[in-house]
């Protein structure tokens, strides 16, 4: 597998997730928590104990989230309406608290060097993200926790005439890995669950 870990040929690995306990922890409440701490009420009025102002980077997609905290705290009504966000992490508190339920992935070459940001993607059956192509230093891995997701990839330019488009769908315990620079990539969760998706860069 090593081999493949720089040759910018996406592989899914579906025992990439060995021994990590996010697979049974991570949940919406969990994020909730971690992020917005217990929730209170006070005279009819709901507050929470936390504050959640700690993403570095927060991807609405095509909802009317302005912030992490307005999707952790919605309602049930509008946790029904279609939503799929994304987010990453830089606190260095809550990246702690995540990586006790995760670790580099087993299969990436041991003098390879994890980056201390986490990437976390979230959202209802049915939705995902736009086709793109990502504008980052190093490839990525991303594992699915829950649900399933249906990823599109389609080569660059100057690969058009050798590399052909590829559709694979990512399921719970699974991690692509892929350099999202080299390939423009959409995603559609499938099934009727919840989809968590955690990931990360490595050089």
Known sequence: MSRFAYSAVPVIVTDGTRNWTALTEFSFEF??????????????????????ERECQ???????????????????????????????????????????????????????????????????????????IDHVSHPSWQGQIKGSKLWTLEPVPECYNECRTIETVVKPGEVIVLDTNRWYHKTLITGDELSITIGSEYD
């Open 58 to 132: 927060f991807f609405p997609y095509n909802t009317e989230f302005r912030r992490l905290a307005e999707v952790l705290s919605m309602g049930p009504e509008r946790a029904e309406q279609p939503w799929y966000i994304g987010w990453s992490n830089c606190d260095s508190k809550v990246g702690n608290i995540l990586r006790q339920h995760y670790t580099k992935p087993y299969f990436l070459p041991a003098l390879s060097e994890g980056h201390m940001v986490d990437w976390i993607f979230m959202g209802k059956p049915g939705h995902g993200a736009h086709m793109h």
């Open 31 to 52: 994020f909730r928590k971690l992020y917005l701490g217990e929730e209170k009420e006070v005279n009819g009025v709901v507050y929470y104990t936390e504050n959640a």
